[in-house]
């Protein structure tokens, strides 16, 4: 056996059981103790690392069992979580658990369960519900929070207005965070729009995202950016986008405009389904003349390819220069023909979809096709089928 390698390098995760658990209680909140720094005072009695800033007389930190402890797995303390969280992530988990019991973000209200919070809303709050993707927001001074579903699954959203800004922030409330937010302006008499990006929504975490405390009300020592912290102002640092209203003024004439949010798929899933989709397309062009290519595809040497009309005229690829051979790019071939196309006359109404030779068969017949003269029709690229 390799003598430098720990006994412990030999062991895969360790799931800590409710019998072992019993041993490992944190004398402060009497949660399982592994999230570090733990600590003793006497070797026996644990504190856990959640609850660092109380029993200060707990000062020799157990490094050994914190060493056991990262080849571990622990069970989320929370009633009805089945999570099973390896170490280092027990407090990430913990702040965002969708069984967690939350202060309702509104405040005033009794505590529930993270999960419920759409019924609670629904409840109690049914002016800030809304059980759709989007929702106007108030453009009344001060701060506001509203209820929103995307697909089924809650998200807050929380805005402040003040005479100089708009601050607007999404929280995924037990939901996805890979989902993307924006924020709308729109004048309803000229139809203008101006759009802002908002990003990803994070994960609501009640002592962070709240409406007492962003409307400088809350005093909760809990939350601490509440005005019982000297830096409760930094409540705005963290808003995820800010809009000035004399940008308003200047774009719409006034700062008087319905302003909307709304949340959709992620941005990144659809830029790079774009970007795919732009670079398949590109592929899938005659670089010469830039008609959908199809079957028979040729290719030079250096492996481009060329559509049947063209390799006719030329000798060399007009991509890299070297010469065009008589080779045919099968696959090429096979996806261009499964490849989906518009109608060439779509901008003038045409609803036509199909694959390349369907599409050369529509628009001989098609409808939307603008009348051309003989000499016209002469000038039309000649289609290889
Ligand atoms: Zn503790
Ligand atoms: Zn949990
Ligand atoms: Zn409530
Ligand atoms: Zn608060
Ligand atoms: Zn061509
Ligand atoms: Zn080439
Ligand atoms: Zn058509």
């Known amino acids: 056996m390799d003598s430098k390698r720990n006994v412990l390098d030999y062991i895969s995760k360790v799931r800590l059981t409710p019998i072992m658990a019993k041993h490992f209680k944190c004398i402060s909140c009497n949660k399982h103790v592994f999230v570090p720094p733990i600590t003793t005072m006497d070797g026996r009695k644990l504190k856990c690392g959640r609850c660092s800033s109380v029993n200060t007389d707990y000062k020799t930190r157990l490094y050994g069992l914190e060493k056991l402890a990262s080849y571990m797995e622990f069970p989320c303390e929370v009633d009805l979580c089945d999570a099973i969280v390896p170490w280092g992530k027990v407090t990430d988990h913990e702040r965002v658990c969708s069984y967690r019991t939350i202060v309702c973000p509104m405040g005033n209200c009794d505590e529930y369960p993270m999960n419920t919070i759409t019924s609670h809303f629904k409840r109690y709050h049914k002016h800030y519900f809304k059980c759709v993707n989007e929702c106007y927001l108030k453009t009344t001074f001060g701060a506001h929070l509203k209820l929103i579903l995307f697909k089924g699954k809650p998200y ?3 805005s402040y207005i003040n005479n100089d800004d ?9 939901a996805s965070t890979d989902v993307s937010f924006q924020v709308t302006f729109q004048d309803k008499k000229t139809e203008r729009v101006m759009i802002f990006k908002g990003g990803k929504p994070v994960h609501f975490q009640e002592e962070e995202h709240c409406l007492g405390c962003l409307g ?8 601490k950016k509440s005005l019982a ?14 809009i000035n209203t004399q940008l308003l003024v200047k774009v719409f004439g006034s700062k008087l405009v319905n302003c909307k949010v709304k949340i ?3 941005d990144s899933a659809e830029q790079d389904d774009q970007h795919n989709y732009r670079e398949i397309s590109k592929m899938l062009v005659c670089p010469s003349c830039d008609q959908p290519l199809s079957a028979p595809i040729y290719s030079c040497e250096t492996g481009h390819s060329i559509c049947a009309f063209c390799k006719e005229k030329l000798t060399h690829c007009p991509s890299c220069e070297h010469q065009l051979t008589d080779l045919r790019c099968l696959p090429l071939e096979a996806i261009a023909q499964s490849i989906h196309l518009f109608c060439c006359n779509r901008e003038h109404g045409c609803s036509f979809v199909g694959n390349r030779n369907e599409r050369i068969a529509h628009e001989n017949v098609c409808i939307a096709r603008p009348v051309m003269s003989q000499n016209e029709v002469n000038n039309q690229p000649l289609y290889i089928v």
């Open 229 to 242: 912290y000297s830096n409760h102002s930094a409540v705005f640092d963290d808003m995820m986008v800010r």
């Open 216 to 223: 400088r009300k809350c005093n909760l020592l809990t939350h």
């Open 264 to 266: 959709t798929e992620s």
């Open 166 to 174: 708009i601050w607007v922030s999404v929280y995924a409330a037990g």
């Open 156 to 158: 807050l959203i929380f």
